[in-house]
């Protein structure tokens, strides 16, 4: 069966610091990759998306980018974080192009001070 | 582009009450729709899916009708419970896509 891990779970940083959140996923091959945002009490905002080995897709413009350095491997960071980083940082991963649905990690929560 | 509209919460009630979420949809073709729930603190868990019209799909009590006449997938369930307070997420996924468009998502409180 296929799992989603992500880590840290929790995450506390200051303003101006740089970040690193990791996604993995274990039992299958080739997938696709997301992140999304969510802010307290809002909803799921996509971030970036992986099709393939270096190959991403950013929907939003801002001061944070995606890697994907290996095939189950997602990887976000930025260089300096800013307030309204903070959030919960979900990972999904999910098959070709279809009818398949994806499947989420327990999520990265951020809190910039 | 593709949109998801969903009935904004909170949703308060009581255990054993029905509840009913809204979605509507809009969609350049014949999408699969979805419906993810969120309990506290953690990710989005898939609860049921339709990919065709007339299609139902149902999960731990709950049922959604894919109607393709009133692009419509609107969540139930008939009795809840407590332990089904949770953020609830209607999504549509394209057939030539890699994307999920997501609904606002809809707060669901139930009191003992």
């Known amino acids: 069966s296929q799992t989603i891990h992500q880590w840290p779970a929790t995450l506390v940083q200051p303003v101006g610091s740089p970040l690193s959140l990791e996604c993995t996923v274990e039992?299958?091959?080739?997938?696709?990759l997301y992140w999304y945002r969510q802010a307290a009490g809002r909803g799921l905002q996509l971030l970036f998306y992986?099709?393939?080995?270096?190959?991403i897709s950013s929907e939003v413009p801002q001061n944070l980018s995606a890697s994907r350095p290996q095939d189950r491997q997602f990887i976000l960071s930025s260089k300096k974080l800013l307030l309204s980083d903070s959030g919960f940082y979900l990972c999904?991963?999910?098959?070709?192009?279809?009818?398949?649905?994806?499947?989420f990690g327990p999520g990265t929560r951020l809190t910039v001070l | 582009g593709d949109s998801v509209t969903q009935m904004e919460g909170p949703v308060t009630l009581s255990e054993e009450a029905c509840l009913t979420i809204?979605?509507?949809?809009?969609?350049?073709?014949?999408?699969?729709l979805f419906w993810y729930v969120q309990y506290p603190g953690e990710g989005l868990q898939l609860l049921l899916k339709?990919?065709?019209?007339?299609d139902k799909g149902s999960n731990k009590g709950f049922e959604a009708t894919y109607r393709k006449e009133t692009t419509s997938f609107h969540l139930e369930k008939g009795s809840v419970q407590v332990s089904d307070s949770a953020v609830y997420f209607c999504?549509?996924?394209?057939?030539?896509?890699?994307?999920?468009?997501f609904g606002g998502g809809t707060r669901v409180l139930v009191k003992p």
């Open positions: 999904a991963w999910g098959r070709g192009s279809g009818y398949n649905e994806q499947f």
């Open positions: 039992g299958t091959s080739n997938p696709n």
């Open positions: 992986s099709v393939g080995i270096g190959q």
């Open positions: 809204n979605c509507t949809y809009t969609a350049t073709g014949y999408p699969s």
């Open positions: 339709a990919t065709k019209a007339d």
């Open positions: 999504a549509l996924r394209e057939s030539a896509g890699n994307k999920l468009t």
